[in-house]
T-cell receptor, first 114, second 118 residues
Framework: KAGVTQTPRYLIKTRGQQVTLSCSPI?????VSWYQQTPGQGLQFLFE???????NKGNFPGRFSGRQFSNSRSEMNVSTLELGDSALYLC?????????????FGPGTRLTVL | AQSVTQLGSHVSVSEGALVLLRCNYS??????LFWYVQYPNQGLQLLLK??????LVKGINGFEAEFKKSETSFHLTKPSAHMSDAAEYFC????????????????FGQGTTLQVKP
């Protein structure tokens, strides 16, 4: 079974631009979560989706948004990019929306903002 | 609110030596705990998880962890380190959310980089 895939793997943008990242979960998984990983702040939860609905959101500004499609694929968007948005963005999928379900992570998208 | 503390941002061991990575949690409810490993330029891979069954949890690649409620700890161990174990390790606790809401949200520790010397 294919794992979680994320596209693109690497992105370079300039301040003020916007970016869209894509995540395809493991087949049959219905929950998708997004995390931001930086050297200073570590791994921080962005949001999670289940059945096309955002179920939980982390403490990030409104410039960060996301959505989930009927096939469980998910996208996240960051508008008006800032230098501090440079990070590895990780997507994770799980079967259901449950605290005990294993989250399977993708390889991440490395975003660099210049 | 849940939180996780990993003691030691860097741990160095010799090949064949015991690996001990420390994790302490803070939780107002019975926690679910996880250990993940991250190799360079890769995502996170689950090593093991505790979900209130046996307190000694065995994972992949020879790793295990013991849940100790009295010490609020979930330390990761491996009897004999291998060069391929060099990576960053993350302890995480799941956030049960509010009320009856379900969530898969994970709260991570800051990570511990394991160096294995030949």
């Amino acid at each position: 079974k294919a794992g979680v895939t994320q596209t693109p793997r690497y992105l370079i943008k300039t301040r003020g631009q916007q970016v869209t990242l894509s995540c395809s979960p493991i087949s049959g998984h219905r929950s998708v979560s997004w995390y931001q990983q930086t050297p200073g702040q570590g791994l921080q939860f962005l949001f999670e989706y289940f059945s096309e609905t955002q179920r939980n959101k982390g403490n990030f500004p409104g410039r960060f948004s996301g959505r989930q499609f009927s096939n469980s694929r998910s996208e996240m968007n960051v508008s008006t990019l800032e230098l501090g948005d440079s990070a590895l963005y990780l997507c994770a999928s799980s079967l259901m929306l449950s605290a005990t379900d294993t989250q399977y992570f993708g390889p991440g998208t490395r975003l660099t903002v210049l | 609110a849940q939180s996780v503390t990993q003691l030691g941002s860097h741990v160095s061991v010799s090949e064949g030596a015991l690996v001990l990575l420390r994790c302490n949690y803070s939780s107002s409810v019975p926690p679910y705990l996880f250990w993940y490993v991250q190799y360079p330029n890769q995502g996170l891979q689950l090593l093991l998880k505790y979900t209130s069954a046996a307190t000694l949890v065995k994972g992949i690649n020879g790793f295990e962890a013991e849940f100790k409620k009295s010490e609020t700890s979930f330390h990761l161990t491996k009897p004999s380190a291998h060069m391929s174990d060099a990576a960053e390790y993350f302890c995480a606790v799941s956030d049960p959310g509010h009320g009856s809401s379900n969530t898969g949200k994970l709260i991570f520790g800051q990570g511990t980089t394991l160096q294995v010397k030949p």
